[in-house]
């Protein structure tokens, strides 16, 4: 020490700014509280977690292989749940291969991963606008530029996409096609070819994010933009088992071209040198000895019943000019109260109600319009989605 004189550490990195306002941080703490009815959390319903199978399987892996299951292991993934994931993509139309496959500690890590092998700083990633925040926080933290293009309640709108691609050269366009975080919404298959065609003649990436498309409880499974022929050698698909299996076993992956996926991996080494051994294990054992789609029939069936019951109730209790998402799957309702409305200034007064949302505005890229809010209908039984509606109607006057 000289003289007791002290030097301050330097400041955190500037790609460390905090994202989302603390007003919303604030109010979403206090959702804790347990009277409060949360539609503020993308959870999946805890009712579906097969809590019985996932032990019977850590039992197996653990009685079986126990040294395998809790040693180091390759950054590339478990091969079993590699062929065993890949089986399931080619089961729903898409050529895949175990060895373009590379798991990860969750499909937000998979984000990651691309962010940091695709984007230079500064350069320019499209998005839908609103899009899943965490990818913001990604893409913003990589330090890239993101431009946000506008979405019509099909997803995104492709004249517009074009523009930007025309003015802005993007190096990536990140898209959440199916059951969005947050709107709910789902790019209808011609946008899809369209997208496609797009990133074909300008030569730019795709990352298809879907980790809610096994979700479907009404109408027909589209085809991945991944498994479109025109955007095959540049899409990376990004998948999850949060949403099927349990969020806690933080299992995603990516299914990539080879060169996208080897420098991935060597981006993982640098991160967590593989994702956990033994949930691997214990999931690829889940996937070889269970039958996931029929267990998806009545997780679809649940998840139906909760959006039909979230919109039944929403319909009696909006504002006048308010609209509201219809998704055919996965977990989120969007809602746009009128015009003025403010859902970030609301939240306070709705969680003292005991009832929260997640406001719609850090969905945004740039200004975010202050009358949106999320809501997820996965995580209550219909009465008491009906009641937390009812006590939100009462903020809502
Ligand atoms: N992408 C989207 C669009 C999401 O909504 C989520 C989770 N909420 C993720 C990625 C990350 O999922 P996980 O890391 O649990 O696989």
Redesign the pocket.
């Known amino acids: 020490m000289t003289d007791g004189v002290r030097v301050p550490p330097p400041a955190l990195a500037g790609r460390t700014a905090a994202a989302g306002s603390s007003v919303i941080r604030e109010a979403l703490a206090l959702t804790a509280r347990p009277e409060v009815i949360s539609f503020a959390g993308?959870l999946p319903a805890s009712e579906l977690i097969d809590v019985t199978g996932i032990r019977a399987m850590y039992d197996q892996v653990l009685t079986d292989e126990p040294y395998r299951a809790l040693q180091y292991s390759v950054t590339d993934g478990d091969p079993r749940l590699r062929e065993a994931i890949a089986a399931r993509l080619a089961g729903q139309g898409l050529a895949a291969h175990p060895d373009r496959l590379l798991i990860?500690?969750?499909?937000?890590?998979?984000?990651t991963l691309l962010t940091a092998v695709l984007l230079e700083p500064g350069d320019t990633v499209l998005v839908e606008q609103p899009?899943?925040l965490?990818?913001l926080q990604c893409f913003g933290q990589a330090g890239a530029r993101v431009v946000p293009v506008p979405t019509d309640g099909h997803g995104v709108d492709v004249a517009a996409l074009a523009e930007a691609v025309e003015r802005e050269r993007p190096r990536l366009l990140y898209l959440?096609p199916t059951f969005?975080?947050p709107t709910g919404q789902t790019l209808p298959l011609e946008r899809r070819r369209a997208v496609a065609r797009l990133a074909a003649e300008h030569g730019f990436w795709i990352a298809e994010?879907?980790?809610?498309g096994e979700l479907r409880f009404r109408g027909e499974h589209l085809p991945r933009i991944a498994a479109l022929e025109e955007a095959a050698d540049r899409t990376v698909l990004?998948?999850?088992?949060?949403?099927v299996l349990a969020?806690g076993l933080?299992?995603?992956w990516l299914h990539a071209p080879a060169a996208v996926r080897r420098a991935c991996v060597l981006a993982k080494q640098a991160l967590d040198l593989h994702s956990s051994t033994v949930d691997q294990a214990v999931a690829a054992r889940y996937l070889a000895e269970h039958d996931l789609d029929a267990r998806l029939v009545p997780a679809r069936a649940l998840y139906r019943e909760r959006c039909a019951a979230m919109l039944g109730a929403l319909e009696g209790v909006l504002p006048q000019g308010s609209t509201v998402s219809r998704p055919d799957g996965g977990m989120f309702v969007w809602v746009r109260l009128p015009e003025g409305r403010d859902a970030t200034a609301l939240l306070p007064e709705a969680v003292a109600h005991d009832v929260a949302y997640v406001p719609g505005e850090p969905f945004f890229a740039g200004a975010g319009d202050a009358a949106t809010l999320r809501m997820s209908f996965a995580g209550h039984p219909p009465d008491v989605i009906e009641e937390g509606v009812r006590r939100l109607a009462k903020v809502l006057v």
Do not use: E, F
């Open positions: 993308g990860t500690t969750g499909a937000q890590q998979a984000l899009t899943y965490a990818a959440v969005q975080n994010d879907d980790p809610y990004l998948g999850s088992l949060s949403k969020p933080r299992l995603g």
